[in-house]
């Protein structure tokens, strides 16, 4: 069967959905051997499969009903940009978290080699909680 190339809108919301799943797994798979990954909230970035693996994973064990919706999104190239709404619950203590991220992604030869998330500096004090809770995380989220 022959392969079927996806876009670069296409591989970006085939891993926000990997993500929304808390699969680590396949978002990886999604992103390039040497991918970084920059949640600018919480620098520094991370670079390579097993730092993005390990930061999806440790977000999934300390949250619950993570849910991504990609609000709009643009591309240009392999270069795509996106406003999603990400939200979950703290298994800690139940609190609801919505967070407005605006993600710019490198799509090249269909993977993922650049990601970054910006966030409202007010909404980034949420992602605090995450380093308290994990002070030791890679990434503070996908």
């Given amino acids: ?3 079927v190339e ?5 591989v970006v919301n085939n891993m926000l ?3 929304s799943a808390s699969d680590a797994d396949r ?3 999604y992103c390039a051997a040497n991918a970084r990954y920059l949640n600018v909230a919480l620098p520094p970035a991370v670079v390579g499969h097993h730092a993005i693996r390990v930061g999806v994973q440790t977000l999934a064990s300390h949250v619950t009903n993570l ?3 990609v609000v709009a999104s643009v591309m240009g190239g392999g270069l795509v940009m996106n406003r999603r709404i990400e939200k979950w619950l703290w298994k800690s203590d139940g609190l609801p978290v ?4 605006m993600g710019h992604f490198v799509v090249r030869n269909g993977l993922i080699a650049e990601w970054t998330d910006f966030f409202d500096e007010g909404q980034a004090q949420i992602l605090k909680h995450l ?3 994990a002070p030791t995380a890679p990434m503070g989220t996908a």
Avoid: G, K
């Fill in 1 to 3: 069967m022959p392969r």
């Fill in 6 to 10: 996806l876009s670069p809108i296409e």
């Fill in 17 to 19: 959905n990997a993500f």
């Fill in 27 to 29: 978002v990886a798979a």
């Fill in 67 to 69: 849910s991504v919706e």
């Fill in 98 to 101: 919505t967070l407005e991220v």
């Fill in 131 to 133: 380093q308290a809770a």
